[in-house]
């Protein structure tokens, strides 16, 4: 799996002015903007897509790059997709061990405002395969998250 690219500087100043656009106080930088993103969220303060989308590709990002591996695959639509987690190497077709959620949902367990264990309860995470369970990655360290 190639690296992952990160978002232009353009990207990232584009999705701080949708967030300053909609309200929300966002400083610069990549870091700033998923912090605002996050923030939001919690606040259940709606985000404009472009903001959530980075938000959500940077977060996956940070799960990619602490375990990583091709045995798990995270998604998130309509945003981004990650392989992740040691363990049996998945080539072809729909792999075993799948995980889905919403942007929002996604967002709350990283930040660690949700449990593994809530989500899946509440039908807000699917999670099929006998190693599809992240609560043992989750949350993501703070520092993670950042650039």
Not at 1 to 17: I, K, N, Q, T, Y
Not at 22 to 29: H, K, M, T
Not at 58 to 70: M, Q, S, W
């Amino acid at each position: 799996m190639p690296p992952r690219r990160r978002p232009s500087a353009d990207e990232v100043a584009a999705a701080g002015a949708d967030l300053r656009a909609a309200g929300i106080a966002a400083g610069e930088g990549l870091a700033a903007v998923v912090q605002a993103v996050l923030t939001a969220v919690l606040a259940e303060t709606p985000v404009p897509r472009r903001p959530l989308g980075l938000a959500v590709r940077n977060t996956l990002g940070a799960l990619e790059e602490a375990v990583p591996g091709r045995t798990v695959e995270v998604r998130v639509p309509p945003f981004a997709a990650v392989q992740c987690i040691e363990g049996p190497r998945h080539t072809r077709g729909t792999p075993p061990n799948v995980v889905e959620t919403d942007a929002v949902t996604w967002l709350l367990l990283a930040d660690g405002a949700l449990t593994w264990v809530d989500a899946v309860a509440s039908g807000k995470v699917r999670a099929s395969g006998l190693r599809a369970d992240l609560s043992g990655v989750l949350p993501l360290r703070r520092e993670s998250s950042q650039p």
